[in-house]
């Protein structure tokens, strides 16, 4: 998915709700496809990772997405010539083992039309999951993540995160040799 697809995408995935009847869906949407939507980095990306669902305010995991929903993704799919599974539930996860403190209060919202609500997890939540999947997996999370930009404060509570997802002394090494290699000593050395 290109970024200028991302809109036509959602959009698209809005109608097909509507042609079936269904009701609306608000979902928090993380990764490359937030990134993109939010004009942070410019990348494609294979799929939309949906951490969960957004009501009264809270973050709610899914666990399987409704019937109805799937049905209209694989719509979508055929017509736009996207990945089986390319609305993905990959992240969700990430509830049970929490989240930065406020994310919920930083969601930016798009309304794709009248039955799809998509909140894109923000520049300084991005850069706490990017920190910790380029702990986990490298690549191009590390691209992103510096894209970001992040200043040493913004590091620094990502990385306060990060080590409550992982309370090993195993990973805190992972961690400060990561922020050495990046050349952040001086924030490795507070760790």
């Known amino acids: 998915m290109e970024n200028k697809n991302i809109e036509m995408i959602f959009s698209a995935l809005d109608k097909q709700l509507a042609v079936s009847g269904d009701r609306g ?3 928090v949407v993380c990764g490359g496809t937030a990134l993109a939507a939010l004009g942070l980095v410019t990348r494609t990306t294979k799929d939309v990772d949906v951490l969960g669902s957004l009501k009264g305010g809270r973050i709610h995991q899914i666990g399987k997405f409704p019937s109805w929903l799937s049905e209209a993704a694989k719509k979508v799919a055929r017509d736009f010539n996207l990945p089986e599974g390319w609305l993905n539930l990959g992240p969700e996860s990430q509830l049970d083992t929490g989240l930065p403190e406020g994310l919920s209060k930083r969601l930016q919202k ?4 009248e039955r799809l609500i998509i909140h894109f997890i923000s520049r300084v939540d991005q850069i706490h999951f990017k920190l910790y999947a380029s702990l986990d997996r490298g690549g191009y999370h590390v691209e992103d993540l510096f894209k970001l930009n992040p200043s040493e404060a913004e590091l620094f509570t990502a990385c306060r995160w990060v080590l409550t997802q992982d309370v090993s002394i195993e990973f805190k090494q992972i961690l400060i040799s ?3 290699k990046q050349g952040h000593e001086k924030l490795a050395g507070k760790i």
């Open 110 to 113: 798009i309304i794709y039309g």
């Open 25 to 27: 869906i608000s979902l």
């Open 178 to 180: 990561f922020l050495k």
